[in-house]
């Protein structure tokens, strides 16, 4: 995932956006349960986000407060894509943080 962020990153946000738009068909095709999610999911999946980067971060992981994301995306990307995924750091802390993300949910 942080991978797909970092190309995405790359490229300027009206970009990202317009092709966002122009391909939201195509998108809710390949990834039909991002359409579908209801507002008790979407509470769900931010209510996990937040456990999981106050884990990270808990870890010395800098990874952003997703709920940063909406006021300045470019941000939040940006903090995303610094993150050194190859660390032994982030690949111990990520694990666990899933599983506490996961019960957080």
């Known amino acids: ?14 970009k990202v956006q317009a092709a966002e738009a122009a391909c939201a ?10 359409a579908n999610v209801t507002p008790a999911q979407q509470a769900q999946r931010r209510r996990e986000a ?7 971060r808990a870890h010395g992981i ?4 997703p709920t940063t994301a909406p ?12 993150i050194d995924t190859s660390s ?9 943080c899933r599983g506490e993300a996961l019960k957080a949910g």
């Open 88 to 96: 032994p750091a982030y690949k111990a802390a990520a694990p666990r």
């Open 71 to 82: 006021a300045n995306p470019s941000a939040y990307l940006k903090a995303l894509t610094s």
């Open 62 to 65: 800098p990874f952003p407060d």
């Open 25 to 34: 068909s195509e998108l809710k095709q390949a990834f039909p349960n991002l």
């Open 50 to 56: 937040i456990v999981f980067a106050r884990c990270m």
């Open 1 to 14: 995932m942080l991978n797909a962020v970092r190309v995405l990153a790359g490229y300027p946000q009206a």
